[in-house]
C-alpha cells in the first residue's frame, strides 16, 4: 500500500510541474502574439484558467502531504504536551474531513447538473463538466489524506508538527545562524578597529 501511496505521490508533484509549464508557454504564447504579432490565440486564455483551476484544487493534497497549509499554531504553546498535540491535530483534521465531505457532496451535484444541462465554455465550447469536476476529485483525494493523517496521528510515535511548522522551524532556523553570522561579523569588526586604534597608541607613544 504504501508502494502505491508513494508512486500516487510522485504521479501528483510531476502532474502539477507540467501543467504549470504548460500554463506558463500557453500564457506566454498569448503575450508574443498579441505583442509581435498583433493576433491572439481564441482558446490559450480559456485553456489556461481551467489548468489553474485543477492545480489549485489538485494543490491542497499535495499541501496537506507536505503540511504547508497557514495555520495559526499558538495553542500548539499553549498546550505542549506530545498527547496535547495529537489530540488538536486529530480535532482539526476530523473536522477538515466533515467539510471536506459536504464538498465532495456538493461538487458531485453540480458535476451532475452540469451533466444534465450540457453547459459547455465559451470559447472551445469544452463541457464545463471537466472543469467541475475538479471540486470533487480533489475533495475525495483530500478526504482520503486526511483519514490516512488522523490514523497517522496515533500510529507514529513522533512529535506531531502543525500545519506549517516544519516550514517555519526551516525558517527560524535560517533566521538564527544569520543573526549568529552577524554579531560574529560585528563583534570581530569591533575587535579589528581596537586592536588598531591600540596600535596606533603604541606606534604615537613610540614616537
Excluded at 187 to 205: C, F, I, L, P, S
Aim: proline content about 2%; aromatic content about 12%.
Amino acid at each position: 500500500m504504501k508502494r502505491w501511496i508513494a508512486y500516487y505521490d510522485s504521479f501528483e508533484e510531476k502532474l502539477l510541474i507540467i501543467s504549470l509549464a504548460v500554463n506558463v508557454i500557453l500564457i506566454l504564447s498569448q503575450i508574443i502574439m498579441r505583442a509581435a504579432f498583433n493576433a491572439s490565440l481564441v482558446w490559450s486564455e480559456e485553456v489556461a484558467r481551467y489548468i489553474f483551476i485543477w492545480q489549485i484544487w489538485l494543490g491542497t493534497s499535495v499541501s496537506y502531504r507536505r503540511k504547508s497549509h497557514i495555520s495559526v499554531d499558538i495553542i500548539y504553546d499553549i498546550f505542549k504536551s506530545r498527547l496535547s498535540h495529537k489530540i488538536i491535530r486529530t480535532v482539526i483534521d476530523v473536522v477538515w474531513l466533515a467539510f471536506n465531505l459536504y464538498l465532495f457532496y456538493a461538487g458531485a451535484k453540480l458535476v451532475d447538473s452540469m451533466i444534465t444541462r450540457h453547459v459547455l465554455s465559451a470559447g472551445l465550447r469544452l463541457p464545463l463538466v471537466y472543469v467541475y469536476a475538479a471540486l470533487p476529485v480533489s475533495a475525495a483525494i483530500l478526504s482520503l489524506r486526511l483519514i490516512g493523517g488522523i490514523i497517522g496521528h496515533w500510529r507514529s510515535d513522533e512529535p506531531d508538527v502543525p500545519f506549517g511548522g516544519a516550514r517555519l522551524q526551516e525558517w527560524s532556523h535560517s533566521a538564527e545562524e544569520v543573526i549568529v553570522d552577524t554579531v560574529d561579523t560585528e563583534d570581530a569588526v569591533r575587535a579589528n578597529e581596537t586592536a588598531g586604534r591600540e596600535g596606533e597608541v603604541k606606534t604615537y607613544g613610540c614616537h
